[in-house]
């Protein structure tokens, strides 16, 4: 079969690899569409944290059965959205339903082969809790929409967005156009989006209802220790004052600073939901205002199995509409074009699709 192998750092090369085995118990499953990552981008320039070598990248997979090796609920020619967690279902977090803690976690496309190839194996961990089935006529490239989806309600449910709440997102790319699309249903008395990008800020603006600041010129997305800085006082006009209740990242551009904290509301969130860039995660925060306002930092990384399946039921039922997210679909023999689409932000979502 064709896969994409990532080799090294800055190596991706389209190889003949053999077709992998149906693992006793799982699956194996032909690709049918596979989104490019932000962290794919990042993963093929400078390397992760929780990869391993050589991989086969891509973990917002969407695939048909086409062998399946016992009585799970699923069958040949069904149609799936996969959850690319592999937890082991027997530590504290997983017994939880916490299953994104686990502590022997594996994930497709990091620590082990994901969809950027014409078949993957899915292990019989994925049956159990992580093989979504879809309707047959859905789209496949909407479909696999679904993982990063689940990341936002995971970054929402840990900050505890909730109706009337005021939101701020800090970029308006692919992960920034969906938390707003679910801040907005979980009825967000307001989402304000700070973006630089034009194109990005038209398509927010066209599908959205989110007040956008436009960062293109010279207004910093981080706000200076300076206290005539612009984007506190926008902020500050934007909610008579009263500051934002939740702070979503979904840029690594943003500084972790105690300039953030001054945009809060009392009471107020902030997740760090991108990965932040070097230089920016290690700043003072100003502790003593935590304390009187109350406020909370909290991280997000991934999203657990159920909330895998509550975004697929979101998008299925169309109650989230995402489909102006996907603005490139390329073969996999075309993948190189999948990432510069993703890298250059020259639009938001590039998916590999197969047949
Ligand atoms: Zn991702
Ligand atoms: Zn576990």
Redesign the pocket.
Known sequence: MKAALLKSPGVMELEDLPRPECPPGGALLKIVACAVCGTDVKMLQQGHRDLAYPRILGHEIVGRIVEIDRASGLKEGDLCQVWPGI?????G??LRKE?NR???MKIMGFNFDGGFAEYMALPVQSLSRGANLLPENFDPALAALAEPLACCINGQELTGVSEGDVVLIYGAGPIGALHALLAELKGAGKVIIAEKLPERIREIEKHTRARVIDLSDDLSINPSMDRSNDLESIIQSETGGSGVDVILTATPEVKMDSAQLRLLAPGGRICIFSGPRPGNYEEQIDLRSMHYHELMIVGAYGCSSRQNRQAVELLTTGKIRADWIVTKRTALSSIEDAFSHSSQRAGLKSVVCGV
């Open positions: 937890a082991c279902g027997r530590c977090p997983c299953d686990c502590r022997n």
